[in-house]
């Protein structure tokens, strides 16, 4: 097991395994323009797809955590988190086809509103979106569920009390529900970010990295470049820079975390 | 384990309800059952739109409208699944390399765990510290040196190239670690004066209490793999030892532009498994997280 771990940090050392050429893979990453537009679209991702979670899960977690049939709540919840399950590639594949300009689903019922041929695949703006409404319908139960405990687990007596107290429904919200869910809300934040910094599937499967480079995200780019173009020592110089990026994001984290995340929940 | 669990089951659903703040219906709440009514509706259509098509001849499968509730029932696309591509093949490979790195995956982690949580030596919290910065490393980096080892060992293009490397996580270790410290050790110091070994400690007294952390861990554990298209991507080649994630493309490469229906065939099939999981593995699922699997 320590082996492993061992192993895992080796990556440094197998860089380039054949022949030792020094820091050129490093002059190679400052000369290289496809790096910038691959970390811009990452980037853009990671923009768009955190909050879109971290936001609209709480919300669905809230609506569905409110007076409503037990097993209503039971439906939503299914709904919500099947598509988690749902073998991935499988569904990606699916959806290609949905997003399709000529015979998609998606536009022929946006033509029924009078909306017609958005070209999903074939703009480089488009795209963005075509990847969230996935992410979201894939993705959301996750986020989800995880509030939806984290709403179950706060005690009861603190609402109560907060009643008898006369907080109205609002202060209710910021007072006990926030501070008490922001592990959950923590949590959630830090395990998006770091899977949308390394997302690969989404536009492996759905926009191909198209048109162009457009949607391709850090990682397509290495595994090009790794297992494409066999420049494996390369693909190692990018793959360390993604690391640090995601390493210093996630000590960030950690540490405006502290600010903000209340633990003493005893 | 956090006294909130129990304070709060000892309250009803419907208390549990009433603390979230509606206790008259609201024009609002209305808008609100409605929203999330559609909202539900949007998220099962792509299903219903996938079952539907794939029960279409093939020469309709790319015509408008589409269906969301079936109009044909050609079950024809599902033999040709099986007939053109080595489909049963996929699911059984995807079943197997996830059953076996889940089965591996709990016996190495509780073990594991049980040395991190109560067995003292020498250096132990530098270990599980270094263990727990494999948790920040990424995937995809790692990946590079392990394509490395795996050819070098000649395991390229074989199962054991997922299941291997698959084994060890930290994660896993973590959570049932964590569980584990929530324990007492008088239940241990009884256990060895009566003359237990440490192994019957163990299986017997430790392991059946952490029961919700094993439960998540496997659940989790089996989803990331079932799913894992990347690692497959990289390591196989031949059709007949695919994972079904791979051998999607596979079937959508065959069928190309030609038979739609037949495609969707294939996706409809690679639900069945997720949704026994989710039949049978939800409950452990939310148990496990209540049960301060994730207390972080």
């Known amino acids: 097991m320590v082996a492993s ?122 795209v963005f979106l075509a990847v969230a409404i996935y992410s979201f319908w894939k993705f959301i139960g996750n986020a989800f569920l995880y509030y939806f405990i984290g709403l179950q687990n706060i005690p009861e007596t603190l609402y109560e009390a907060a009643e008898i107290d006369g907080a109205n429904k609002v202060q209710r919200f910021f007072a006990i529900t926030l501070p008490m869910l922001s592990p959950m809300l923590f949590f959630i934040l830090v395990t998006t970010l770091i899977g949308t910094t390394q997302i690969f599937d989404e536009p492996y499967l759905i926009t191909g990295g198209g048109p162009g480079d457009a949607s391709r995200s850090v990682n397509m780019y290495i595994y090009e470049v790794a297992f494409q173009r066999h420049e494996m020592g390369y693909a190692s110089t990018v793959s360390i820079s993604l690391f640090l990026a995601i390493l210093s994001i996630t000590v960030l984290q950690f540490a405006l975390g502290k600010k903000w995340v209340s633990y003493d929940q005893e | 384990m956090s006294s909130d669990v129990q304070l709060a089951s000892v309250y009803t659903e419907e208390q549990k ?30 299903f219903l739109w996938i079952i539907s098509t794939s029960l279409r001849l093939p020469k309709d499968s790319f015509s408008l409208p589409p269906a969301i509730f079936p109009t044909d029932f050609n079950f024809n696309n599902y033999a040709e699944v099986f007939n053109r591509v080595p489909f049963a093949d996929f699911i059984g490979n995807s079943l197997k390399i996830s059953l076996l790195i889940v089965v591996g995956h709990i016996f190495i982690s509780s073990m594991a765990a049980f040395a991190f949580s109560r067995i003292s030596f020498p250096g132990r919290n530098l270990i599980f510290i270094i263990f727990l910065a494999g948790l920040m490393i990424p995937g995809q980096v790692t990946i590079i040196p392990q394509f490395i080892l795996i050819s070098r ?46 192994m019957w400690v163990f299986l017997k007294v430790i392991l059946p209490m952490v029961f919700p952390a094993i439960a998540v861990t496997s659940v989790m554990t089996f989803i990331a793999n079932w799913n894992d298209f990347f690692r497959p991507l990289i390591f196989l080649n031949t059709f007949e030892k695919m994972t079904l994630p791979l051998g999607m493309t596979v079937l959508t490469g065959t069928f190309g532009s030609g038979n739609l229906s037949a495609i969707l065939a294939g996706v409809t099939l690679s639900l069945v498994v997720p949704l026994l999981f989710y039949i049978f593995g939800q409950k452990y699922l939310v148990e496990g997280i209540t049960a301060g699997g994730l207390k972080l």
């Open chain 1, 5 to 126: 771990i061992i192993l895992s940090f080796n990556k440094y050392n197998v860089i380039t395994p054949s022949k030792f050429i020094g820091l050129d893979n490093f002059k190679d990453f400052f000369d290289d323009d496809r790096l910038g537009t691959v970390y811009w679209n990452t980037l853009k991702f990671v923009l768009i797809l955190t909050p879109l979670h971290v936001i609209l899960g709480l919300l669905l977690a809230l609506a569905v955590q409110r007076k409503i049939a037990t097993g209503l709540k039971y439906f939503y919840r299914t709904v919500f988190y099947f598509p988690v399950l749902a073998t991935s590639a499988a569904v990606a594949v699916a959806w290609s086809f949905m997003f399709n300009k000529e015979f998609g689903v998606l536009n022929y019922f946006l033509s029924l509103f009078h909306i017609e041929g958005i070209p999903w695949m074939q703009s480089p703006s488009w």
């Open chain 2, 17 to 46: 309800e009433i603390r979230i703040g509606v206790r008259r219906r609201s024009a609002g709440s209305y808008v609100l059952d409605a929203s999330l009514l559609v909202l539900s509706f949007l998220m099962l259509s792509p």
């Open chain 2, 153 to 198: 060992l000649g395991l390229i293009d074989t199962h054991w190239a997922l299941i291997l490397p698959a084994l060890i996580n930290p994660l896993g270790i973590f959570m049932i670690r964590q569980m584990m410290m929530t324990i007492s050790s008088t239940y241990d110091e009884a256990a060895y004066m009566d003359g237990a070994s440490r």
